[in-house]
């Protein structure tokens, strides 16, 4: 996917998250694109690793910068506690309303995304994405070996969180099936 329709759609889902009573820190926007690129496969061509909680994408990391310095995002520190919220500026309006098609042909991906993820704390979205990870990176595994994996990768996760964190995934997979995004090039 080009540079601007891909930012188009990263400032919808920044939208949406808060929509959807996301805090929209990074770690929420790194999960929910996460989700977007590997459960309903829109091509968002970002590179994931399991990093310290859950996948991670450094060219994510880069992009939002630049979206930053393009003046698409802002970053919100509303809270000393809790680290800086993402949310839009003005410029993302144009962006967005530009590539009005792009979002409208993900838009459905990017609501489950939101309604799904927005509301979640940290802690459940990196047991939540390492879930998709496992899934994906050993797909012949069962999911009492993923259990064991998580918790050997993460050991502050429990087999039994991870367990839940499986059966979680599976239900959202369930649900996002009819969502999976049409190849389309963008």
């Given amino acids: 996917m080009d540079q601007l329709p891909r930012y188009a759609i990263m400032t919808e889902l920044v939208v949406q998250l808060d929509a959807h009573q996301s805090w929209c820190g990074e770690t929420h926007i790194q999960k929910a694109t996460f989700f977007l690129q590997e459960l309903l496969q829109v091509p968002m061509d970002f590179d994931f690793i399991l990093y310290m909680y859950g996948p991670f994408s450094f060219d994510l990391h880069d992009e939002l910068a630049a979206m930053l310095n393009y003046q698409l ?10 680290g800086p919220r993402w949310s839009t500026k003005s410029n993302a309006d144009k ?3 530009n590539h009005s098609a792009v979002i409208d042909n993900y838009r459905r991906q990017i ?9 979640k704390r940290v802690g459940e979205l990196e047991k939540l994405a390492t ?21 050997e990768l993460k050991p502050h996760v429990t087999v039994e969180d991870a ?10 997979q369930r649900e996002a099936g009819a969502l999976v995004a049409p190849s389309v090039a963008a």
Avoid: C, W
């Fill in 73 to 82: 995002l802002e970053l919100k520190s509303p809270m000393l506690r809790y």
């Fill in 95 to 97: 962006i967005r309303h």
């Fill in 111 to 119: 609501e489950f995304v939101a309604t799904q993820l927005g509301p």
């Fill in 131 to 151: 879930a998709l990870y496992l899934v994906r990176q050993h797909p012949n595994e069962s999911d009492e070996q993923l259990s064991v994996n998580m918790n």
């Fill in 163 to 172: 367990r839940t964190a499986l059966r979680e995934f599976h239900e959202m």
